[in-house]
């Protein structure tokens, strides 16, 4: 065998070898990005959750369409302390769909009115926030991350 | 060999660009929350301050005077309005900085008899004076914001 076919076969073995690599990647790639779609998401609402929380806790507007529905809110509150306070999340995955609720604790106490205004329009902040990430698609109340539909649910409550 | 060499050079230059890109993409976004938050933090100080300084105003009483330095540089275009609200009785601040919007209001402990309003803009200064005046007809003490 002459010097320059060993060359060209051993050529080959290392395509096999890179062939095998790769198609082990494209196996094992894709299920592992759909089962991290889920926790990704839930940092990015535990996110959204508490920067919603520090901003009205803080209580000054930033007149943007970013901060709109939160103003809202800071509209309730005016010039007192909010007490608002994120206290965890809840996520039920059923196939496709994923149920998201927030819960979060106030000290404030709102009219039954007021309260579902307020858990709308922080709803409507956390959907914003979101929606500004790469990958995330928003339509109408929903949310749409690798395949998945998210919903997001705001339960606000007392503070104890 | 030598071509060889230098596509694992190429990969690892690419792996290097990937992370620098993703390194450069976590800076800015954290960089721009951060300096929201910075502007956010220095008016709700500021109202805090004014608060205050209107208090102490008002319990010292006629003559007594305060001068307050706004916490920003104001570039062109940008203002800040203070505006002591007596229908509500709270320092009401609006600004705009660095193309932004922002409004913080805070409820006063002590009663305002008279609005008082003062605009800051680009070259105006950036400070004003709170001043208590003894108003002689009403028998109190007015707090008033003037340049």
Redo the contacts between chains.
């Keep these: 065998m002459s010097s320059s076919r060993r060359r060209a076969q051993t050529a080959v073995e290392a395509m096999f070898i890179i062939a095998v690599i790769l198609t082990g990647v494209a196996l094992i790639v894709p299920s592992y990005l759909r089962s991290s779609t889920v926790s990704t998401m839930d940092v990015y609402v535990r996110d959204a959750a508490s920067s919603a929380c520090d901003y009205l806790n803080e209580g000054v507007f930033v007149i943007d369409s970013m901060h709109q529905p939160l103003n809202v809110v800071l509209t309730y509150t005016n010039g007192s302390y909010a007490f608002f306070s994120f206290k965890g999340i809840n996520v039920v995955e059923n196939g496709g769909e994923v149920g998201v609720t927030v819960y979060i604790g106030t000290g404030v106490s709102f009219t039954p009115t007021q309260l579902s205004v307020v858990e709308d329009k922080i709803k409507e902040y956390i959907l914003r926030y979101i929606s500004s990430r790469p990958n995330v698609r928003r339509e109408g109340d929903y949310l749409y991350m690798g395949g998945k539909r998210f919903t997001i649910t705001v339960n606000v409550g007392d503070n104890l | 060999m030598r071509g060889q060499i230098s596509l694992d050079f190429l990969f690892a230059v690419t792996l290097m660009a990937l992370l620098t890109l993703n390194l450069v993409y976590i800076g800015t976004s954290q960089r721009t929350g951060a300096e ?1 938050f910075d502007v ?2 220095k ?2 100080v500021f ?1 805090i301050d004014v608060r205050d300084s209107v208090t102490k105003v008002y319990s010292i009483g006629s003559g007594f005077e305060v001068k307050k330095e706004i916490p920003f540089e104001l570039k062109n275009g940008d203002y800040v309005i203070v505006r002591l609200n007596n229908a ?1 009785d ?1 320092v009401q601040i609006a600004a705009q900085i660095g193309g ?8 006063l402990q002590v009663p305002l008899y008279k609005e008082s309003v003062i605009l800051l803009q680009a070259g105006s200064g950036t400070s004003f004076w709170i001043r208590g005046i003894y108003n002689e007809t009403e028998g109190r003490v007015d707090v008033v914001l003037s340049p």
């Design positions: 929201a956010t933090t008016l709700k109202s509500t709270s932004k919007e922002y409004y913080v209001e805070q409820k």
